[in-house]
């Protein structure tokens, strides 16, 4: 039940609008006991509003994840439909690869992709859903931030969302890549070439995909008997320059682990770049998975054994499913979607040091 108050100022009790979808000045009129038309002028700045009942207006608003319908007018004349997709960022070869790919793949499908970058920070992240909002796109991509906040969860619901390779509870439709049976397959390969001896650095497990990573490494190294030791795990932001100081601060030391795993695409190009910096032979002194396209670890030398995430494919998934939610004869797709990792053992693994090769 609401408080709430006649044009005139008498207080009166209404029931709340049907929550299930994007709120609309209607809904706000009726919660606060007020006519459309006010609520409409109070929204557009007019001055002709009480500013008491404007604040009211606003306030009650901004908390009920209204949005206006910005280009609603431009859109009637418009042939196409926008699709909104939100990124941490582009720097980051996972999300700058499937960015382009799901470009390319909505725009097959005859809709316009409009993208939206967080930087990880859950205001900006809500800022620009907001402004997602306003342009009404049809449907939404959302890599979600490790503290998505209320306000953005108030903008999403009652849309067509599609959380992409990150889980945060915003939809029942998700495309991520199973990467806990990845980083396990990695623990196994690594504990068969007789390694003891772990490190590891990842992705901060305040994020879904950067959990489930170090899981699937910790856990197949501890069914096996042996552990990561704490010490020896850095979990951070996945940006090339924390994975590179990252790594001068865990191999700088005299004892180095046998073996390393990187759990980010970014991170490993930082940890790639310290260890040739530091002169680790690899992998006569260090064996070294990463994360990532496998096309940039062919370059190294040696090449790198990688757990190489489906991208591509996920793109074209996630572009698929969106369209099914936003196409009124589309068929409720099935979802979640859990595409496979695989493990492409290359020149960088290797048995420990003392172990014959």
């Known amino acids: 039940m609401l408080n709430a108050t006649t044009e005139g100022g008498d207080a009166q009790t209404v029931e709340p609008a049907d929550a299930s979808g994007p709120v609309r000045i209607v809904d706000i009129a009726a ?9 409409s002028r109070a929204l557009n700045g007019v001055a002709t509003v009480k500013p008491e009942v ?30 909104g997709f939100l990124v941490p960022d582009v720097e980051n070869l996972a999300y700058a690869i499937a960015a ?37 796109v049809a449907g939404l991509i959302v890599a979600p931030t490790a503290g998505i906040t209320p306000a953005s969860r108030a903008l999403l619901r009652g849309r067509s969302v599609v959380e992409f390779n990150r889980l945060s509870g915003l939809s029942q439709h998700s495309v991520v890549c199973d990467d806990r049976a990845a980083f396990s397959d990695a623990a196994r390969h690594l504990l068969q070439l007789g390694h003891r001896s772990f490190g590891y650095i990842g992705t901060t497990d305040a994020v879904s995909n950067g959990e489930e990573r170090l899981d ?25 320059k924390d994975g590179y100081r990252a790594a001068w ?19 490993s190009m930082g940890v790639a770049r310290a260890v040739r910096e530091l002169g680790v032979k690899v992998p ?3 064996s070294l998975v990463v994360y990532g396209d496998s096309r940039w670890g062919a370059l190294y030398e040696p090449a790198l054994t990688t757990i190489t995430a489906p991208y591509q494919l996920m793109a074209r998934t996630v572009a698929d499913l969106v369209a099914d939610l936003v196409s009124a004869d589309g068929e409720r797709p ?16 290797g048995p420990p040091p003392g172990r014959n090769r």
């Not at 042996?226 to 932001?237: E, K, S, V």
């Open 31 to 39: 919660e606060l006991g007020l006519s459309v038309a006010t609520v």
């Open 100 to 136: 382009d790919a799901c470009a390319k793949y909505v725009s097959r499908l005859g809709y316009q992709m409009i993208l939206a970058i967080s930087g990880d920070d859950p205001q900006s992240e809500c800022a620009a859903l907001r402004s997602l909002a306003e342009a009404q």
């Open 216 to 240: 699937g490494f910790r856990t197949q190294l501890q069914t096996h008997g042996h552990r990561l030791p704490h010490n020896r795990t850095r979990l951070l932001p996945p940006t090339e």
């Open 334 to 349: 099935d979802s979640p979607v859990r595409l496979p990792a695989e493990l492409l053992v290359r020149q960088s693994t």
């Open 54 to 83: 404007a604040e009211k207006v606003r306030e009650h608003a901004r908390r009920r994840g209204y949005v206006r319908n910005r280009l609603a007018k431009s859109l009637r004349s418009r042939t196409r439909t926008f699709i």
């Open 284 to 286: 006569q002194q260090m």
């Open 249 to 267: 601060e865990l191999l700088s030391g005299t004892r180095l682990p046998t073996a390393l795993v990187v759990g980010s695409s970014s991170l």
